[in-house]
């Protein structure tokens, strides 16, 4: 019966867009209101300067959002992961464990906060004047930390359980009910920023209440006692593959903070002092988020669109739908400029009124720091596209060049220049660079997408399946590059009489998932240290933790129903339960590889000797990324073989003869 095609590979883009993006976007808009309604309200109820202090107390919030981001989506990946490893008990620990350090860290940074506030506040740029509201803002907005950032690590967690509406429903009743309760608190009960962060606080509160409530129903697995005892190797699989959302949020943390420390020093030299500055700004960097939240969500939307086109070699749909989320974003950007250019004053009118000064300097901002502002409309989608295809470095490098390459360095620089209007100067340097970066890679990559195929290092499968065996049992073959492991497997398949499996999973995973030989043969085993940058915002496992999964069930499958030799692909781990395995690792001097990589795999000689090395670390990211273990450690194996000493075909002889001696214990 012929498969029926992913609605990925045939649906209209536009269709797809909405479908995924709108989700995106509503999530996005629901964490960026909080601070925005306090900041309208605190604006008509106290004055900028209560304003200005939100946005010195602004950093805190980001640095526990980058915290709760790491362990929440971290937590929903490892989920992911161990679920689609058939380990309902490991994936339970992944959540409890989750949660455990969330409450532990929210705590001590509630703490910390609590205690060092005014050290903290003058950290990110606080004045004198600011800081009496400052401190007010910023010791309520601790005590609330704890069931802020809880409450936002269960919102991944709960998404990854098969329940996004849920978690919407609650971030969207904590929104809703901050925006009823600031005017109620500041207006009528005339507590200024007090009233503005207890609203927060309790509406944070609300959205805690109704996450840890699910908590008790959760659908995936059974959250016992156990699941919540603390395991290191768990929390830390945990804060890798969160560490993508930690990276990001901690990025606009330094921007603030640099930022306040640059508007207080040059600011306080100028005509406007230093709090206009601040406080303005930080409306700005706020407005523009909204923006930024939209394009985001667009973009993001587009990532299992990518993802399944671009790996299905349907680079037409891939090229329609780039076409397309640029065009959208180009429009939503362009649109924001008019209005930022037209009417500054109307916009910062939103947040209350101010002085002659005051709107003197927001229209001076607006225009300067979002002049290019459009350009937004292709960076973010370009760096959104890479991490969909699996350009880990590209996708990192657009992630991070805005804001730590370019922004920082251009308001030091500029700021010495031209004083309080030179650190507005440093908005359209950044947009400009990052978005020639992005236009370059963009054009490379579209330019080649039709181009190149991977030349397959994997023997084509002929071994004969006279079983000689009387016993079903699996060798599983991990090997260095170049130290003929993988013809070892072959000769082992071949003495034994029984199936060697290596091309035949790409073939099967091609055909289950719709994605092309090519791109499976790119990703297997390739997983590298800038992957940790490249998880998806919204998807819980990027396209190579999808293959992986697969893969293990192929894997577990075959090993079910046949003797056979496995070659690479974690297998030694994926089977590390099954009692009928032969474990062998086959490693070799680096002088025998390089002679083996260049006479049979026709490498060249000047840069064979990196490639092996670089080869070699790929395999073993790739191998502790998802086994938690070192690749080429001893004890994961059962033998592990130099095939310098006897050669791989009396190599191959030696294991064929241990695993007829594993033949006679199983018996």
Not at 102 to 109: C, D, E, K
Not at 168 to 179: C, D, P, R, Y
Request: a positive charge; charged letters at 20%; proline letters at 2%.
């Amino acid at each position: 019966m012929e498969k029926e095609e992913n609605i990925l590979g045939k649906e209209k883009i536009g269709k797809l867009i909405l479908k995924f993006g709108v989700p995106c976007i509503i999530s996005l808009l629901v964490n960026s209101l909080y601070n925005i309604v306090d900041q309208i309200f605190i604006g008509w109820g106290v004055g900028y300067l209560g304003n200005g202090a939100t946005n010195i107390v602004f950093p805190i919030v980001m640095i526990a959002l980058a915290f709760s981001l790491m362990l929440g989506d971290g937590s929903s990946a490892y989920l992911s992961l161990r679920l689609g490893e058939k380990k309902e008990k490991e994936a339970a620990k992944g959540v409890g464990n989750g949660i455990i350090s969330i409450a532990i860290v929210s705590t001590l940074l509630c703490i910390i906060t609590l205690v060092f506030l005014p050290q903290l506040l003058t950290m990110f740029g606080c004045t004198d004047a600011l800081r009496p509201y400052a401190e007010g803002y910023g010791r309520i907005i601790a005590i609330g930390l704890p069931f802020m950032m809880i409450g936002t690590s269960l919102n991944s967690i709960i998404r990854a359980d098969g329940s996004p509406r849920y978690s919407m429903i609650s971030m969207v009743t904590g929104a809703i009910l901050n925006t009823i309760l600031d005017p109620i608190l500041i207006f009528v009960f005339k507590m200024g920023v007090e009233g503005a962060a207890i609203a927060t606080i309790f509406s944070q509160f609300i959205t805690f209440l109704l996450n840890i409530i699910y908590v008790r129903k959760f659908k995936s697995t059974k959250l016992d006692k156990e699941a919540f005892k603390v395991q290191g190797v768990v929390v830390r699989k945990i804060s890798t593959l969160g560490i993508s959302s930690f990276i990001t949020q901690m990025s606009f943390v330094c921007v603030v903070t640099v930022q306040n420390n640059l508007f207080a020093k040059y600011g306080a030299e100028s005509k406007f002092g230093p709090e206009i500055p601040i406080t303005v700004q930080g409306i700005v960097m706020k407005i523009n988020q909204i923006l930024n939240s939209i394009i985001v969500g667009i973009s993001s939307g587009t990532q299992p669109i990518f993802g399944y086109n671009y790996g299905a070699r349907q680079f037409d749909r891939v090229k329609k739908t780039l076409k397309t989320v640029l065009g959208i974003s180009i429009v939503i950007s362009t649109t924001a400029f008019i209005l930022f250019q037209t009417i500054p004053d109307k916009l910062i009118s939103i947040f209350g009124s101010g002085d002659e000064m005051y709107m003197e300097f927001a229209c001076i901002a607006f225009r300067t720091f979002l002049l290019l502002c459009i350009c937004n409309g292709v960076q973010i989608p370009s760096g959104i596209f890479f991490q969909a295809i699996g350009k880990s470095s590209r996708s990192a490098i657009l992630s991070l060049s805005r804001q730590i390459l370019f922004l920082i360095p251009a308001m030091f620089i500029f700021g010495n220049l031209f004083g309080v209007t030179g650190i507005l100067y440093a908005g359209p340097v950044a947009d400009g660079l990052a978005f020639i970066l992005a236009v370059s890679f963009l054009v490379y990559e579209v330019r080649n997408l039709n181009k190149g195929s991977i030349k397959s290092e994997t023997l084509i499968d002929d071994t004969s399946t006279d079983n000689k065996l009387s016993k079903r049992i699996i060798i599983t073959v991990s090997r260095e590059y170049g130290s003929g492991g993988r013809y070892i497997g072959r000769l082992i398949a071949d003495i034994l009489g029984i199936k060697l499996y290596d091309k035949d999973f790409v073939e099967k995973l091609a055909e289950e998932t719709g994605l092309s030989e090519e791109y499976i043969e790119k990703k297997e085993e390739k997983r590298n240290v800038l992957d940790i940058l490249n998880n998806g915002y919204y998807a819980g496992l990027n396209n190579a933790d999808e293959l992986f999964l697969k893969e293990s069930e192929l894997i577990k499958e075959v090993a079910q129903k046949e003797s056979c030799v496995i070659i690479g692909r974690c297998a030694d781990f994926i089977l590390k339960d099954e009692p009928n395995v032969v474990k062998v690792f086959v490693y070799s001097s680096l002088e025998n590889k390089i002679k083996r990589a260049t006479q049979i795999y026709g490498m060249d000689k000047a840069k064979v000797q990196r490639e092996i090395k670089r080869i070699d670390k790929v395999r073993a990211n790739h191998y502790k990324y998802y086994t938690e273990s070192n690749w080429g450690d001893h004890s994961n194996y059962d033998i592990c073989i130099n095939s310098d000493v006897l050669g791989v075909d009396k190599s191959a002889e030696l294991i064929c003869k241990m695993v007829e001696d594993k033949q006679e214990i199983l018996a």
